[in-house]
């Protein structure tokens, strides 16, 4: 391994540090309207952002081109503009950057530690078997198949994944809302995917290197992420890039504890306007029941943002992994 690790697309400021910028992101994925949930990730990452004077970048997570839609991609800009979230850089685009994931893929390939893997997710779900709510730990199958071996599998019409070697290095960190975090990447990740059989990059590899590129110091998104975030750090060792503070917030769940979902259309805009009438009424109900606000008076993100501070919204905040939609 070299001993200075290649850049790609870097800002020189890429996480908080004292008299640096801070920018977050809003990063949604064109599947579907909006839903309480995705509002409330935004809204928190608004409110961090702007509280500390900084800026926001809007991204668009376009990487699944099956499930995007074009009419999302505009509906979800129009969607931040009703609620008075705005943005001030971007839109960027995932299906503009495949040049800069193949210049950090290219990166980890020369250095060895990225390798074909032709396990279908019924091969990973019997080797592994998680329980309930776990992610499987690949057990590396693929990772020291001979080039006979390779061959064999690629005769047989397997088209090959690619996954990145992990070592035995514990990734840690200090998460704003939900504190000391950490993993073992070996034991409790395995090697992770950074291209798709399909070709198309994996979120990890994507979401790190935009991340680096659009100058993100400051990443608020919802706790299901939270277990993704050392293997995104170990990415930002390997190509030499800065580690963004995070900040995890609860989900909002509906009835028997089942996350809100785009599929299921659960708490979407459409219905939260029929609902509450105003994108006010809106955002000042979401801010209350999330401890984001003392109460779930109509508000603008602006007026949120005047009595806003990350400590009190700490204080308030009535669990850090679920809340129930209301």
Known sequence: ???????????????????????????????????AGNVYAALAAWLVAKSKGGRIVLRIEDLDRERSKTAYIDQVQRDFEALGLYWDEGPYFQHDRDEAYHA??????????IYPCYCTRADLLAASAPHRGEKPVYPGTCRHLSAEERA???????????????DERELSLADAIQGPYGQQLKRDCGDFL????????????????????????????????LCS??????????LGLPHPTYAHVPLLIGERDRRLSKRDKDASLEELLERF???????GHIAGITGLAESDEPATPEELLGRFSLEQFLGRIPDLVQIPWR
């Open 194 to 225: 950074v291209r798709r059989s399909d070709g198309a990059f994996a979120y990890q590899l994507a979401v790190v290197v935009d991340d680096a590129a659009q100058g993100v110091t400051s990443v608020v998104r919802g706790v299901d992420l």
């Open 1 to 35: 391994m070299p001993a200075q690790p290649k850049q790609v697309g870097c800002h020189s400021s890429g996480s908080e540090s004292a008299g640096a910028p801070v920018v977050g992101r809003f990063a949604p994925s064109p599947t579907g309207r909006m839903h």
């Open 277 to 283: 009438r105003t994108p006010q009424a809106i955002v």
């Open 152 to 166: 064999e599998r690629e005769a047989g019409g397997r088209a090959p994944a690619m996954r990145l070697m992990v």
């Open 229 to 238: 975030t050392p293997q995104q750090m170990y990415l930002q060792e390997l």
């Open 104 to 113: 950090a893929f290219d990166i980890l390939s020369e250095r060895g530690l």
